[in-house]
């Protein structure tokens, strides 16, 4: 009809140039969404948008170090001002392992995927629920890994952000569905994606990362609480977890 005003959904994206984010970019890709896509290569961000864009979608992006609290701070009140947040994708992460001419993980490395895989997430979560709260609806969807369920004696840093980040996304679920705001933790096993290219290790169920998107995207609109791709991770995970820990660690130490 004429003058009606067509609902515009809001989705914002973190990590949105490569890997998951970039696939989930594609996949929330439609007519009447309004996508925010962040991260630091601004190159990749035009990709995601153009492919994005040609599927219906709006687009706009913004190439900035998520580290920068304070500017991330500042733009996601300027984001949710603009155009209020439905969805907040918190995806950017940071991989990597012991090398292997160290004993231990460099300090500046364990800063680096400490300040990203938890601090940022964190932050931006418990901003954006705050906005969403006082709205009544809403959902943040922090993207974990299968790994927060296993001390990873060559990932130590990587491993601990995200078991940190998985609690985190439990209890702020328990506290923010009373308020009609809905928070997902996906933990995703081996993903086609630049960061598990890097790993040498096998990769077993490896999914390719629109496959995954697909999966995700259903399971984000349906407001899942936690979510497990590959499925097959689910299963080891619960079978691991009936193990004595003096096993799992005797196992992971020869890893």
């Not at 996949?27 to 601004?42: I, N």
Request: aromatic letters at 4%; a positive charge.
């Amino acid at each position: 009809m004429p003058g009606t005003t067509i609902p515009i959904t809001t989705i914002l994206i973190t990590g949105a140039s490569s890997g998951i984010g970039a696939a989930l970019a594609r996949a929330h890709a439609r007519p009447g969404v309004l996508l925010l896509l962040w991260g630091r290569d601004e190159a990749r961000l035009r990709a995601v948008a153009d492919d994005c864009t040609a599927k219906g979608a709006r687009c706009r992006i913004d190439a900035f170090d998520l580290r920068d609290l304070d500017g991330l701070g500042a733009r996601l009140t300027a984001a949710d001002a603009a155009t209020p947040l439905d969805i907040a994708i918190l995806n950017a992460g940071l991989g990597g392992t012991v090398p292997d001419d160290r004993h231990a993980e460099a300090p500046e490395r364990a800063r680096a995927t400490a300040e990203v895989n938890f601090v940022v997430p964190v932050m931006a979560a418990s901003q954006i629920a705050e906005a969403m709260a006082r709205r009544g609806a809403g959902q943040i969807v922090l993207i974990g890994s299968i790994t927060e369920s296993f001390p990873l004696p060559m990932a130590p840093t990587y491993a601990g952000t995200k078991a940190g980040l998985a609690l985190f996304a439990e209890a702020l679920d328990i506290r923010m569905r009373r308020q009609g705001v809905a928070v997902t933790l996906v933990s995703p096993g081996f993903i086609d994606t630049p960061m598990s290219r890097g790993v040498t290790e096998p990769k077993p169920f490896l999914m390719r990362a629109d496959a995954a998107a697909a999966i995700i995207t259903r399971k984000v609109a349906a407001r899942a609480r936690r979510v497990v791709v590959p499925w097959q991770f689910a299963v080891i995970r619960a079978v691991t977890r009936l193990l004595p820990r003096a096993v799992l660690r005797r196992v992971l130490g020869r890893a």
